[in-house]
Nanobody, 127 residues
């Protein structure tokens, strides 16, 4: 059974940092790309960052253009976990953050490209 479990969300103040974790089980982790999306109330789910599978090559990352200066995504195959570090948080970063996984070789920013999803973790940024 494939499981993706997000953690690390919470309430933070503007300008602070937060690291989200996505723990993956039930699949061969190195053969899966992992992505982070977020969804704010009354808005569509949007791409945040992704990291490619690294079973064959060094992992590459992709970031949303509007956030790329504030994000770092990484993966630890020994722990089957992907991390998303977010810096200089803004109130508009408030959303539920979801991680998802795909066995595709190429990264995608599309929601439909990902097969397995976590339940999400709430991030609230207050002023």
């Amino acid at each position: 059974q494939v499981q993706l479990i997000e953690s690390g969300g919470g309430l933070v103040q503007v300008g602070n940092s937060l690291t989200l974790c996505c723990a993956v089980s039930g699949l061969t982790f190195s053969r899966y790309a992992v992505v982070w999306f977020r969804q704010a109330p009354s808005k569509e789910r949007e791409f945040v960052a992704a990291i490619s599978r690294n079973a064959e090559n060094t992992a590459v990352a992709d970031y949303a253009d509007s956030m790329k200066d504030r994000l770092t995504i990484s993966r630890d195959n020994a722990k089957n976990t992907v991390y998303l570090q977010m810096n200089s948080l803004k109130t508009e970063d408030t959303a539920v953050y979801y991680c998802a996984a795909s066995s595709a070789v190429s990264l995608s920013r599309r929601v439909g490209a990902y097969d397995y999803w976590g339940q999400g973790t709430q991030v609230t940024v207050s002023s």
